[in-house]
């Protein structure tokens, strides 16, 4: 599962916020916020609190009603950071 979530990430890290808020990427965005869900769910997943932190603001920002495609492209590049 986690390699879903860091392709995922990976993946939407690389656009631009535009790229990221356009309608086009709802499934995108969905797929991520759907992997990212189950990590966050899942008991084996030995996150520090800084990382579970990170993911739940990403987490947030893919669940978000109207998306601020700034703000969703600085959580994806930290959840980046601490996905490596």
């Known amino acids: 599962m ?5 392709r995922s990430v990976r993946e939407l890290s690389a656009l631009t916020p535009d790229e990221l808020a356009s309608p086009s990427r ?3 965005r969905a797929d991520c916020a759907d992997a ?3 990590e966050l769910d899942c008991p084996q997943q030995n996150l520090t609190s800084r990382e579970r932190a990170v993911l739940a603001r ?3 920002e893919l669940e978000a009603r109207d998306v601020d495609a700034a703000s969703l492209a ?3 590049r930290a959840a980046r950071a601490v996905l490596r």
């Open 58 to 60: 990403l987490s947030d």
């Open 2 to 6: 986690i390699e879903r979530l860091v």
């Open 26 to 28: 709802t499934r995108d």
């Open 74 to 76: 600085d959580s994806l």
């Open 36 to 38: 990212l869900r189950l």
